[in-house]
């Protein structure tokens, strides 16, 4: 058979598919390494960590009696209250048809545990929550939640002196000092007048000249906080003494020192793998399960600084 007409679009491909697939960017995740994780918890759903007050002092004459008072005491209550599932099928007629079937499939497991720990980072970072709501939560006279002191509530250089200076006043070591930020914060930071004019403030060149994030950590720390930006900070919308955050961010300042970590927590069961054949729906089936709690420890060493996101 002859070929009368030769027709180019009999062999080009108008479509071609890549032998790739496309997968979605990921922030970072880092919560965890700020919880002291109980390993003395081996059943059970609630677990009770009794504690010690100070010894008091007084005057002393000759002669006189001395008073004698017991410790204070107290219970702190920690509980198992998160149970997590992230579940995934694939029928037998997708297998047979798909070209990508491998390549999904080699995901589902990976894209779950991802799915799981993202929820324990936000819920991690939203333990802020348990600090009183609009309420400066004053320690040891110095303010633990609070609202940006910028113009539009945003942050300034001044709250964080002022969150190291919180922490201080609750005997909070100034080691291994943590800030996290959203990305909001970072861009103020970024654009401070105070920091950009870097003739007057020469202690700021290496921050202006190399930028101030390099991947999750900060090039520079801000008086003694190791910055980190995360986009899984929890929302605030509220009013502390007369300063109203609409649409703000819970930015969290604290030690990372490893015995005096703000958050306590425990796992009852780390992500699970099952997967099974379901043969009345033709298809294979994949769950991934978990079980933990988290609470907020030590509200000493815990600052929150609310700030406006709007304004970038």
């Known amino acids: 058979m002859a070929f009368t007409t030769q027709n180019v679009n009999h062999l080009t491909r108008s479509s071609v598919w890549s032998s790739q697939l496309k997968d979605v960017l990921e922030d970072d995740l880092m919560a965890q390494s700020y919880v002291n994780w109980m390993t003395e918890f081996p059943d059970g759903d609630t677990f009770n960590i009794p504690s010690i007050g100070q010894a008091q002092v ?166 003694g906080f190791d910055v980190y930006v995360s986009n899984n900070l929890a929302d605030a919308n509220e009013t502390i003494s007369g300063v109203t955050t609409a649409a703000g961010k819970a930015n969290l300042f604290f030690s990372a020192a490893s015995d005096v970590l703000p958050f306590i927590g425990a796992w009852r069961q780390m992500p699970k793998v099952d997967s099974d054949y379901n043969k009345d729906k033709q298809r294979d089936e994949y769950v991934v399960t978990a079980r933990y709690g988290v609470k907020l420890y030590r509200p000493e060493n815990l600052v929150c600084v609310l700030t406006d996101t709007d304004q970038v």
Do not use: C
Not at 195 to 209: A, L, Q, R, T, Y
């Open 58 to 223: 007084e005057s002393y004459s000759e002669n006189d009696s001395v008073t004698y008072a017991p410790l204070d005491t107290g219970n702190f209550q920690f509980s198992i209250t998160e149970y997590l599932a992230s579940g995934i099928y694939i029928t037998e007629k997708a297998k047979q048809d798909m070209y990508y079937m491998n390549q999904l499939v080699s995901q589902f497991v990976p894209k779950q545990e991802r799915a799981i720990m993202e929820q324990v980072e936000s819920t991690i970072l939203g333990l802020q929550s348990q600090q009183t709501a609009s309420n400066l939560n004053n320690i040891n006279g110095a303010p633990h939640r609070f609202v940006g002191s910028g113009t539009n509530e945003v942050i300034t250089a001044a709250d964080f002196a002022k969150a190291r200076y919180s922490l201080k006043k609750a005997n909070v070591p100034d080691t291994n000092l943590v800030a996290i930020v959203d990305p909001s914060v970072e861009y103020t930071i970024n654009t401070l007048s105070n920091i950009v004019n870097v003739s007057n403030n020469p202690m700021w060149e290496g921050i202006v000249s190399s930028g101030i994030a390099t991947g999750m950590r900060f090039v520079k720390n801000v008086y």
